[in-house]
């Protein structure tokens, strides 16, 4: 079974820092690898979808990479500003017939003025 | 676009009682899914639809039933509500299950905050 962890569960930052946001996953044979944002009380929206042949993705000041090997992505968010503040989840389809994501818990972040 | 929408926002229910959880997407999605979100875990899926006329369990779909009533909608349905179901419920399209981006990419909608006591 497919297990995805965000490490930290929360971040704290100051304005301008660079945000680096990680995601694991157990089983390396993955489809492709989507990062969310949820802010308080709304829902997910999609930022980047990486599919497994590719390293990176990137978008504004949001890049993802991805290490299919380690098991691993981050997502980079450059020069961080308070409306950045929400949760980030990350989440993994296992084959292109999968019908499921599995989710990593997220990573609550806080950009501070 | 609307995207995806849900009904209600918000519901508060007694244990035994039972109510239907909507969805609808205007995206001409063939695949439609249920989640629900507890604090510190990630999403789970309950029950997910690949297209019109099929349903099939996700990873905890006891204690609910689903329709496909068309292409657009997508209902979740507690029969006899539960405290344990007390959760954020999310439905979420995508063009179809398989296949490469963005055949697969899922678009969420804002959820349903349902507290059962």
């Known amino acids: 079974k497919q297990e995805v962890t965000q490490i930290p569960a929360a971040l704290s930052v100051p304005e301008g820092e660079n945000l680096v946001l990680n995601c694991s996953f157990t089983?390396?044979?993955?489809?492709?690898l989507q990062w969310f944002r949820q802010d308080p009380g709304k829902g997910l929206t999609s930022l980047l979808l990486i599919q497994s042949s590719q390293r990176e993705q990137t978008s504004g000041r949001l890049n993802a990479s991805l290490d299919k090997s380690s098991g691993r992505s981050t997502l980079y968010i450059a020069a961080s500003q308070p409306g950045d503040s929400a949760t980030y989840l990350c989440?993994?389809?296992?084959?292109?017939?999968?019908?499921?994501?599995?989710f990593g818990a997220g990573t609550t972040v806080t950009v501070r003025a | 676009n609307a995207g995806v929408t849900q009904t209600p926002k918000f519901q508060v229910l007694k244990t035994g009682q039972s109510m239907t959880l909507q969805c609808a997407q205007d995206m001409n999605h063939n695949s439609m899914y249920w989640y629900r979100q507890d604090p510190g875990m990630g999403l789970r899926l309950i029950y997910y639809?690949?297209?019109?006329?099929?349903?099939d369990k996700g990873e905890v779909p006891n204690g609910y039933n689903v329709s496909r009533l068309n292409k657009r909608e997508f209902s979740l349905r507690l029969e006899s509500a539960a405290p344990s179901q007390t959760s954020v419920y999310f439905c979420?399209?995508?063009?179809?299950?398989?296949?490469?981006?963005?055949?697969?990419?899922?678009?969420f909608g804002p959820g349903t905050r349902l507290t059962v006591l």
């Open positions: 979420a399209s995508s063009p179809r299950t398989s296949g490469g981006a963005p055949y697969n990419e899922q678009f």
């Open positions: 989440a993994v389809k296992g084959s292109s017939n999968d019908y499921k994501l599995s």
């Open positions: 089983d390396s044979a993955i489809y492709n």
């Open positions: 639809s690949a297209s019109e006329g099929t349903t």
